[in-house]
Structures are given as C-alpha cells and as structure tokens.
C-alpha cells in the first residue's frame, strides 16, 4: 500500500508539472512562428544568422530577406563554395578584394578567430557590412547592383526577397490567426519593470514586465528602422511594411501585441488614423502601456520609453519613421499646442 500510496503522490506532482512545461513548450513553439522563422525555403539554422546581422547593420526589416535571396542565388545556402568564374569566393561570394575591406569575425562558436569567407556567420555579417555601405536599406537596387553588377541580379534578388518577406508574413497570419500574448521576438533584455533606449537605437525589454507589454516592445523593435509614410497598405499590420506613420505604427504595435486596436479594415489588417486611436481603450494614463492621441498625432508609451515619428527629434537610426525614444521626449511633445488624450489598454 505504501507503494502505491507513493507512485500516486508521484503521479500528483508530476503530471501536473508535465502539462505545465507541456503548455510552455506549444507556447514556445507558436511564437517561433513569428518574424523571420517562419520563411518557407530558408533553412532554419541560417534564419537567426540572417536576421542578426540585418540588425547589427540595420538593414531595415527586410534585411534578412535580402541576405537570404543573396545566399540563395549565389551558393544554395551553403552548398556550392567553390570560386565563381569572376573569383568570388565563400559561403555568400564575396571578390577578395570587397572582402579584405569588409570582412567581418562574427561566429559567436569561434570568438576573435579571422574572418573566414566559408564561415556562415562571418561571410553572412560581412555581406550585410558591405550592403549597408553600399546604399541598403535606402537604395536596395544599388547595393545590389554594387554586389554583382548585372540587372538580371537585382531583379531576381529582390523579387527571392519579397517571396521571402511576403511568405513569412503569410506563414504568421495562416498558423497564428492573431498575434499571441507573451510571443517577444529575440531582442535584449534588462532587468526590472522599465524599459531602455539602448545606443543602437534597439529596445532593452524589461524582464520583470508583463508578457503583453514585453510583446509590443518587441513588436515596436520590428518597426524601428522603417521610413515615414501615410499610405494605408492591405496587411501592414501583420507583415513589416518598409514605412509606417504615428498612428499606423502605434496600431502595429497594439495589434502584434494582441492588443485590440482601431482598424480601418479589420479583414485586411489596415490601420486607422490618430482620431480612431483618440478613444481607443480605457481613460488614462496607464501603468504600463499609454497610447497618446490628437487629431494630429499618435505616440505609444511602453514601459517608460516612447515609440513616435517625431522627426525633429535626433534617432538612432536616422529618420523620420518611428524610433524608440526615452520618456524625456515626453514634456515637449504634449507641449506642442494638440489637445491629447491619454488612454491605456483595459489592464495596463
């Protein structure tokens, strides 16, 4: 009796325990589906790689298609590294020359060894160093065209990349339906309640925040390298647009958080304007999330720092899209002769 007294209690605990980390497991594995990781036809060893160094050399959102088109092309993804007919040469067909100046040592497996073009993570970071100072993620065809000189190139690179980009965000909205609470992409963290502006424009998520105010800073980060426009686009709420305005950010952020959020569109996930967002959600402030509105403007606030599209006001990165910015923004902004409205979401 002893016995079976003992397994029962075992039983008790454990399987109790088991669906936890069950549940933890589903959980982690549907927001593995989010961004970049859920790209038909790009090898999933390579994605992380990809998606790093767009952001180390902030190419943009769409950084990662990009380099994963180029190393398609060039060397189906690793599998020919022999010299091209031109001398190009590695795992992403680099000449010599571009690489003796761009090279980059970036193999977190093989820390302060030499650049090696057949190295995956040095040869992927060292295209994206070259990219960027080649006019990406400005001018796409130029860096490009300074990649390989060829028009057919260009063509085909970016057409591979948009299929990427576009199959990615079909693969989030097909699997998840909606973004799910507590689903942060790879982003830094720091510890406690606040959040951080770090140097290279990124945002610190705050370790000890709610799992919602955790995903729209990490839904925000997505967006932070995106130009300024006020065009409405079918779906530029569940796939990175290369341009967002006050509100159609500040909407992004809400809706990948899985936050309701004012839609012009709800079937085509299209953002409203700063009016819609001006009775959005509860009478505020909040304590964690504060949505700011007039009928001019829209900013979000998240955990002590501020997402706007102020363009007046000096970012990292350069632009007028929306950047990450500290609280200190604050006192001149609602200075600026809008009647503002604070309202959080219904909780935070």
């Given at each position: 009796m002893r016995r079976v007294f003992v397994l029962g209690l075992a039983l008790a605990i454990l399987l109790p325990l088991l669906a936890v980390l069950l549940a933890l497991a589903r959980s982690q594995a549907q927001c593995g589906l989010v961004g970049?990781?859920?790209?038909?036809?790009?090898?999933?060893?390579?994605?992380?790689?990809?998606?790093?160094?767009?952001?180390?050399?902030?190419l943009g959102p769409s950084?990662?298609?990009?380099?994963?088109?180029?190393?398609?092309?060039?060397?189906?993804?690793?599998?020919d590294l022999s010299v091209s007919t031109a001398g190009a040469i590695g795992w992403m067909q680099i000449m010599p020359a571009t690489w003796s100046q761009y090279q980059v040592s970036a193999d977190p497996a093989n820390p302060g060894a030499p650049p090696d073009p057949d190295d995956?993570?040095?040869?992927?970071?060292?295209?994206?160093?070259?990219?960027?100072?080649?006019?990406?993620?400005?001018?796409?065809?130029?860096?490009?065209?300074?990649?390989?000189?060829?028009?057919?190139?260009v063509?085909?690179?970016?057409?591979?990349?948009?299929?990427?980009?576009?199959t990615a965000g079909s693969a989030i909205?097909?699997?998840?339906?909606?973004?799910?609470?507590?689903?942060v992409t790879a982003g830094p963290t720091t510890p406690g309640p606040a959040a951080r502006v770090l140097p290279d424009g990124l945002a610190a998520i705050p370790q000890d925040a709610p799992a919602q105010v955790q995903?729209?800073?990490?839904?925000?980060?997505?967006?932070?390298?995106?130009?300024?426009?006020q065009e409405r686009?079918?779906?530029?709420?569940?796939?990175?647009?290369?341009?967002?305005?006050?509100?159609?950010?500040?909407?992004?952020?809400?809706?990948?958080?899985?936050?309701?959020?004012?839609q012009v569109d709800v079937g085509h996930g299209i953002a409203g304007d700063s009016t819609l967002l001006e009775t959005y959600g509860s009478p505020g402030p909040g304590?964690?999330?504060?949505?700011?509105a007039s009928a001019n403007h829209a900013f979000i606030q998240i955990a002590g720092i501020v997402l706007d599209t102020a363009h007046w006001t000096p970012t990292t990165p350069a632009g007028s899209g929306p950047r990450w910015q500290p609280a200190s923004i604050l006192p001149s902004q609602l200075a600026d002769g809008n009647t503002w409205t604070q309202r959080p979401p219904p909780g935070l």
């Open positions: 970049p990781g859920s790209a038909p036809g790009v090898p999933a060893n390579l994605l992380a790689i990809f998606e790093q160094a767009a952001a180390s050399h902030h950084g990662w298609a990009y380099l994963a088109a180029i190393n398609q092309i060039e060397t189906s993804f690793g599998h995956p993570w040095d040869a992927i970071f060292t295209a994206a160093r070259y990219l960027q100072a080649s006019g990406a993620p400005g001018n796409w065809p130029t860096a490009l065209y300074a990649y390989n000189h060829a028009g057919w190139y063509a085909q690179t970016r057409q591979l990349a948009q299929h990427y980009a576009q909205s097909a699997v998840i339906g909606v973004p799910q609470p507590g689903c995903a729209a800073i990490a839904a925000g980060t997505r967006i932070i390298d995106t130009s300024y426009s686009q079918p779906n530029m709420l569940t796939t990175v647009m290369s341009a967002y305005d006050c509100s159609g950010s500040t909407d992004f952020v809400l809706y990948n958080a899985g936050l309701n959020t004012p304590h964690w999330i504060t949505v700011y």
